[in-house]
C-alpha cells in the first residue's frame, strides 16, 4: 500500500532528517495540451490533489513506498496521508517534540500504525452503514398526512404507483 503524504515546507524539512529520505525531481505540475496549460495527469496522485484542492503540490521524495509532497499554502504543522486506489485522506498534527526526541524514522512508522488503525476503523463504519436496515417507506402517509412525508415515503408510493400501472 503505497502512501502519499502532503505537508508543508517546515514539517518536510524535518521528514527530510530520516535517513531513509530519498530525493525525487518529480514530475512537471503541468503540461501544454492544444495550445494551453492542464495539470500532468502522470502521477495519479498529485492530478487527483491538484484538481481536489485547486492547487499545485510538488513531489520531493520518498522514504520507502511513503511519497512526500509540499503544499505551499498549508500553514498548519500537519500531515495528510492519502492511502488506497481512492486516496482516502487522514490528517494528522505533526509532533515537533516525538520527532524529535524518539527519532523521525520512528514517527514516521507511528504515523503508519496511526493510519493503518483509522483506515480499519473507517472501514468497520462503513460496513455497519451498509449493514444498516433502511427505514420502510408508507406510501399511505402521501395521501393522509403529506407534510411528515420522507423520501422514504415517497420512494414507496411511486414503486405501489409502478406496480398499479403494469397490472
Known amino acids: 500500500m503505497g502512501l502519499n503524504i502532503v505537508t508543508n515546507p517546515k514539517v518536510l524539512a524535518e521528514v527530510k532528517k530520516s535517513r531513509y529520505f530519498r530525493m525525487s525531481l518529480g514530475f512537471v505540475a503541468t503540461v501544454e495540451k492544444n495550445g494551453s496549460r492542464t495539470y500532468n495527469d502522470k502521477d495519479k496522485f498529485s492530478f487527483f ?31 495528510a496521508v492519502y492511502s488506497g486506489e481512492n486516496f482516502e485522506e487522514f490528517i494528522f498534527d505533526f509532533e515537533f517534540q516525538t520527532a524529535a526526541a524518539k527519532g ?37 402517509k402521501v395521501i393522509k398526512n403529506p407534510g411528515s412525508v420522507t423520501y422514504e415515503d415517497v420512494k414507496a408510493y411511486m414503486e405501489l404507483q409502478r406496480k398499479n400501472r403494469q397490472l
Open 49 to 79: 490533489y491538484n484538481n481536489l484542492y485547486k492547487t499545485t503540490i510538488y513531489a520531493q521524495g520518498s522514504v520507502g513506498d511513503m511519497r512526500f509532497y509540499t503544499d505551499l499554502y498549508i500553514n498548519d504543522d500537519v500531515i
Open 104 to 140: 523521525v524514522d520512528f514517527y514516521l512508522g507511528h504515523i503508519l500504525k496511526e493510519t493503518d488503525k483509522r483506515h480499519q476503523e473507517r472501514a468497520e463504519m462503513n460496513a455497519l452503514k451498509k449493514a444498516e436496515e433502511r427505514p420502510k417507506g408508507d406510501p399511505e
